[in-house]
């Protein structure tokens, strides 16, 4: 499972700006996942930018201060489409198709491609090979259909110490949760460490809030007191989600994410990070996360400390 988190989209936009014509004038983005390379390619370059359908239509996004004027549309000689990956090509199709009529030059470009395709760009930032996702359209891509998601600090806030009294806060929390994602298709299968005997109002407060699930897998155990005792979260997880016919689990805490990828042999994705573990005791693409924002702190930090001491 190959995981790009937003950082990696920025890094490797910044990557390829280089590689990009000097000469063009205008972002345009294919709404929606394509604003956001769009967005910072057209901060980057101090440009204009517009979405796909505005722009054909003559309509540009409206700019700050930092902006130069603008101008009509028909001013710009080379305009850059982008979306944020491409693979069938059909999205490109689709834009080419949208821009045919306008009297200008467009390069079509994507930051992430697949392996011995094109996908219809004439320019790809990095190829990702499939299976692939992406922390801004992971939870409502199609392998949620194929994933086990946690429920506390997924799809819900998590209690807090006062709440988690498995007593009368915790109901009370249960039937009050303020909601975090919901996932527009249906989820296979939620997996939680939240006690069996709180079925009930954890239906209610899914279906209340419009959660599609096939099943819901709760944790058997007497008490709260029990549960802390087993330190049986990750490891029931696990057991579930290695017996599932799912290719994905989508857990809140890093920590248990560690647990259920190591027990289940099965990538794990933390919304802490967020972060994809992949089964194994070292995980490159975990390491890179953790690491290479840390090591680039570091360099500003150097970097600033160098021009104060000149200075």
Known sequence: MHFRSINDLYRDVWRGLSRLPHDIDLVVGVPRSGMLPASMVALARNLPLADIDGFAQGRLLSSGHTRREEGA?????????????????????EARAKLAHLDC??????????????????????????????EWNVLHHPIVSRSCFDIDGVLCVDPTER??????RYLNFLASAVPLHRPRREIAMLV??????????????????????????????PD?????????????KAEVYREAACDLFVESELPQARDIARLSG????SLQGPQMLMPGMMNPQAIRHTLAPRRFRARVGRMVSRVLRAG
């Not at 028909?74 to 982008?82: D, G, M």
């Not at 390069?107 to 090979?129: N, Q």
């Not at 709440?163 to 009368?168: C, R």
Request: charged residues 30%.
């Open 163 to 168: 709440e988690n009294d498995d007593g009368a």
């Open 192 to 221: 939680t460490s939240r006690l069996e005997k709180y079925r009930a109002p954890t239906e209610d407060w899914l279906d209340r809030h419009g959660v599609r699930y096939g099943q819901l897998r709760m944790l058997d155990l």
């Open 105 to 134: 030059r467009i390069t079509f470009a994507a930051v992430y491609g697949v392996p011995g395709k094109s996908g219809g760009a004439d320019f790809v930032f990095e190829t990702v090979p499939e299976p692939r996702v992406f």
């Open 73 to 93: 549309v028909s001013r710009f000689a080379h305009v850059l489409v982008i979306d944020d990956s491409c693979r069938t090509g059909a999205s490109m199709q």
């Open 224 to 236: 709260a007191a029990a549960r802390r005792r087993l330190r049986a979260h990750g490891s029931f």
């Open 266 to 269: 099965k990538p794990v994705l």
